[in-house]
Structures are given as structure tokens and as C-alpha cells.
């Protein structure tokens, strides 16, 4: 079984700065890459940052040069370092992970963890 559990939503006011964590746990061998969602009320679903399993990363094009994503490989945890929020950043924000849960199956699944809500309001 595996649990993807954020933490650091919340509500800022614009300009402000937020840092997300996604934390892994369960049956894990190895974790290939990790991303970060988000959705806003009425909209779909969204990427807003991926890092892959070599440290590389992408953003969305509203997110590029404010939000940073890291992770740190031997605590199964990742992060979204997100400034200068705007009121349309306001949305709910899930992780995901692709994971291999042992070293018998070779094969990567997605797992989602349940979100954290992030308020962007003054």
C-alpha cells in the first residue's frame, strides 16, 4: 500500500510565498519522478511542475520563474516552492508519484495523493 499525504497549503495574501510537500509511504523501491497538479473550481485538472527521475524539471507557463519543484530522494518527499502567488493561483493541489512498490515488479504506477488547498486572497 502506498500514501502520497501533502502539507503546506493554506491561505496567503498575493505576493506571498508557500512551500508544499508531498511525502510518500508504503511499499516503495524506488520512486521515478513526481508532479504537481492543480484545480481550480470549474476547471480541469492541471500540470503545474514535474521532476523526473534524472532531476529534470517542467513548468507550466504560468508558473515559470515563481514555483520551484525539488524532492528529496531518501525521504520519498517532494516540494513546491511557490512565490509571488497570484489570486489566480487559488486552487486545490495534489502530487503524484510514479513508484515502483519492489524490486520484483518493474513496472512504474501512479499514485495521487488526496490535496491540500491553496487560498491566494487579501
Known amino acids: 500500500q502506498v500514501q502520497l499525504v501533502e502539507s503546506g497549503g493554506g491561505l496567503v495574501q498575493p505576493g506571498g510565498s508557500l512551500r508544499l510537500s508531498c511525502a510518500a509511504s508504503?511499499?516503495?523501491?524506488?520512486?521515478?519522478?513526481m508532479g504537481w497538479y492543480r484545480q481550480a473550481p470549474g476547471k480541469q485538472r492541471e500540470l503545474v511542475a514535474r521532476?523526473?527521475?534524472?532531476?529534470?524539471?517542467d513548468y507550466a507557463d504560468s508558473v515559470k520563474g515563481r514555483f520551484t519543484i525539488s524532492r528529496d530522494v531518501a525521504k520519498n518527499t517532494g516540494y513546491l516552492q511557490m512565490n509571488s502567488l497570484k489570486p489566480e493561483d487559488t486552487a486545490v493541489y495534489y502530487c503524484?508519484?510514479?513508484?515502483?512498490?519492489?524490486?520484483?515488479?518493474?513496472?512504474?504506477?501512479?499514485?495521487w495523493g488526496q490535496g491540500t488547498q491553496v487560498t491566494v486572497s487579501s
Open positions: 503524484n508519484a510514479d513508484i515502483r512498490v519492489e524490486r520484483s515488479v518493474t513496472s512504474f504506477s501512479r499514485y
Open positions: 521532476i523526473g527521475g534524472g532531476g529534470s524539471t
Open positions: 508504503g511499499s516503495i523501491f524506488s520512486i521515478y519522478a
